[in-house]
């Protein structure tokens, strides 16, 4: 069964500059979460999007934006990038508008890397 | 707001023994599921478990079952007959409100020993 894909799997970017996560959903989910894990941590929740409209907003940073596009994927725009910012990324996706009752499905996540 | 408590921060298990890992939550609100989430070493977040609140009968997936009280917002993960594929972190989650965010806990730490 098709999974979520994110792209890159690895990203090594200096500080101050400038980075771009993807996520694309499993076909015909409409909503996407991104949730960041730093080492050793739990994933906290950042920001989701249904129907390419923001649903919800968590503890994401002001340097960082995102948009859910026509196809249903999602790009994490992260600009201004701080070493605090290295951490695992993780874009999840699900039916229905993220009702209660439907699972969202994990992609393998992105590892930035700021240097 | 809702929360979610993981205390234990490592646990061991002997091989083909049964393993228990503790979790408590609270919420406001009056519907919503819990799930605890398997991270291996390929971090990769993987599902093992979930339980909607208002059922009273505990969520059960092969070797993998749930003690869910409800009353006292606990939440406890058993993995029966343990297997060296099952060390890995686990966190326990819960989601509620209108857009459904994933809360979770600190998480454990669970190896198997052979």
């Known amino acids: 069964a098709a999974g979520v894909i994110q792209s890159p799997r690895h990203l090594i970017k200096e500080k101050r500059e400038t980075a771009t996560l993807k996520c694309y959903p499993i076909?015909?989910?409409?909503?996407v979460y991104w949730y960041q894990q730093g080492p050793g941590q739990d994933p906290q929740f950042l920001i989701s999007?249904?129907?390419?409209?923001?649903?919800d907003k968590g503890s994401i940073p002001d340097r960082f934006s995102a948009q859910q596009f026509s196809d249903y994927h999602s790009e994490l725009n992260m600009s201004s990038l701080e070493l605090g910012d290295s951490a695992l990324y993780f874009c999840?996706?699900?039916?229905?508008?993220?009702?209660?009752?439907?699972?969202?499905?994990f992609g393998p996540g992105t590892r930035l890397l700021v240097l | 707001a809702q929360t979610v408590t993981q205390s234990q921060p490592e646990m061991s298990v002997q091989e083909a023994e049964t393993v228990t890992l503790s979790c408590t939550y609270d919420?406001?609100?009056?519907?919503?599921?819990l799930f605890w989430y398997k991270q291996p070493p390929s971090r990769q977040m993987i599902l093992v478990i979930r339980q909607e609140a208002y059922k009273q009968q505990n969520a059960t997936e092969n070797r993998f079952s749930v003690n869910f009280q409800k009353a006292a917002k606990s939440f406890s993960l058993k993995i029966s007959d343990s297997q060296l594929g099952d060390a890995a972190m686990y966190f326990c989650?819960?989601?509620?409100?209108?857009?459904?965010?994933?809360?979770f806990g600190k998480g454990i730490t669970l190896s198997v020993r052979p």
């Open positions: 919420t406001s609100e009056s519907d919503y599921y």
């Open positions: 989650a819960n989601n509620s409100g209108a857009n459904s965010k994933l809360t």
């Open positions: 999840a996706s699900s039916l229905e508008g993220g009702s209660l009752q439907e699972t969202q499905y």
């Open positions: 076909p015909r989910h409409d909503t």
């Open positions: 999007f249904y129907e390419k409209m923001q649903s």
